[in-house]
């Protein structure tokens, strides 16, 4: 599995960005896919997260509103919408595969692949 995250950039706050994270891999339609971000000098942290089909999907409490995550499993892409960015929303944003032998849904370590992050900064 190779994940490749983009649509990095500047924005300003109230602004909106869309990063998208293509994936390799046999597995993609049955994958359960996430978000993750690390701000300078912060613990990563989850952001949102996307069921195999897309059906569900779960948000931290600090995007929620903000941030729509959706996949396009023919694509093998999941993107991460956000809008009404926040200061505070500046970090690395990195797409993550979830372990098949893990069933929840926030702790890093329960995703086995990673991309390569993609910086989003917010000015005020």
């Known amino acids: 599995v190779q994940l490749q995250a983009s649509g990095g950039g500047l924005v300003q706050a109230g602004g909106s960005r869309r990063l998208s994270c293509a994936a390799s891999?046999?597995?993609?339609?049955?994958?359960?896919m996430g978000w993750f971000r690390q701000a300078p000098g912060k613990e990563r942290e989850f952001v949102a997260a996307?069921?195999?089909?897309?059906?569900?999907?779960y948000y931290a409490d600090s995007v929620k509103g903000r941030f729509t995550i959706s996949r396009d499993n023919a694509k093998t892409t999941v993107s991460l919408q956000m809008s009404s960015l926040k200061p505070e929303d500046t970090a690395v944003y990195y797409c993550?595969?979830?372990?098949?032998?893990?069933?929840?849904?926030?702790?890093?370590?329960?995703?086995?692949?990673w991309g390569q992050g993609t910086l989003v900064t917010v000015s005020s």
């Open positions: 993550a595969r979830r372990s098949p032998s893990y069933s929840g849904i926030y702790r890093i370590t329960g995703y086995d692949y």
């Open positions: 891999g046999r597995t993609f339609g049955i994958d359960f």
């Open positions: 996307i069921t195999s089909t897309g059906g569900n999907t």
